[in-house]
T-cell receptor
């Protein structure tokens, strides 16, 4: 089955700097790659996603890039703010929703 | 308001005492699923349901049961809970409209003593 690895497990940046979180997946048939943000004590919420027919997608300060050949995708957050502090999860899916596999998560801390 | 609700939000119980965690969504979504979240392991799928009366196992189904008698409800049943089922549980629903967006419930923190 699909295996998703996420790095780093923790990331600390200064406010205003950029943050990059990387994920690799094992199954080349995976075609949907969402990113979730989970604040302390809250539920995961989708922040951006990308499909295998697209190489990059951007939404204001957040962008996701996908390299299908290397089987990795990354989350980029620019001009980080303290409210970006949270745990971020990547996921990969092939076919139906039941094939969704999550990474272990990255705890991002943005220092004021 | 469109939402996924779970009850209870917190539960402390003892080994072997049957319990049910309810999940309900008011968005008429076809797909629902249960996940458990443990430190360092991300979210792992327990069971999922494509529609009413259609359920199947996810990655970690042992010790759990589910039912889908109505479209809006998808309860998670632990017939004989054990301490290794202590975890944070999330229910999620997704519409079959091509968006693939999963809407998560608020979570249920379960402790089995």
């Amino acid at each position: 089955g699909e295996n998703v690895e996420q790095h780093p497990s923790t990331l600390s940046v200064q406010e205003g700097d950029s943050a990059v979180i990387k994920c690799t997946y094992s199954d080349s048939a995976s075609n949907y790659f969402p990113w979730y943000k989970q604040e302390l004590g809250k539920r995961p919420q989708l922040i951006i996603d990308i499909r295998s027919n697209v190489g990059e997608k951007k939404d204001q300060r957040i962008a996701v890039t996908l390299n299908k050949t290397a089987k990795h995708f990354s989350l980029h957050i620019t001009e980080t703010q303290p409210e970006d502090s949270a745990v971020y999860f990547c996921a990969a899916r092939k076919g139906d929703l039941n094939d969704m596999r999550f990474g272990a998560g990255t705890r991002l801390t943005v220092k004021p | 308001e469109a939402q996924v609700t779970q009850n209870p939000r917190y539960l402390i119980t003892v080994t072997g005492k049957k319990l049910t965690v309810t999940c309900s969504q008011n968005m008429n979504h076809e797909y629902m699923s249960w996940y458990r979240q443990d430190p360092g392991l991300g979210l792992r799928q327990i069971y999922y349901s494509m529609n009413v009366e259609v359920t199947d196992k996810g990655d970690v189904p042992e010790g759990y049961k589910v039912s889908r008698k109505e479209k809006r409800n998808f309860p998670l049943i632990l017939e004989s809970p054990s301490p290794n089922q202590t975890s944070l549980y999330f229910c999620a629903s997704t519409p079959w409209d091509g968006t693939d967006t999963q809407y998560f419930g608020p979570g249920t923190r379960l402790t089995v003593l």
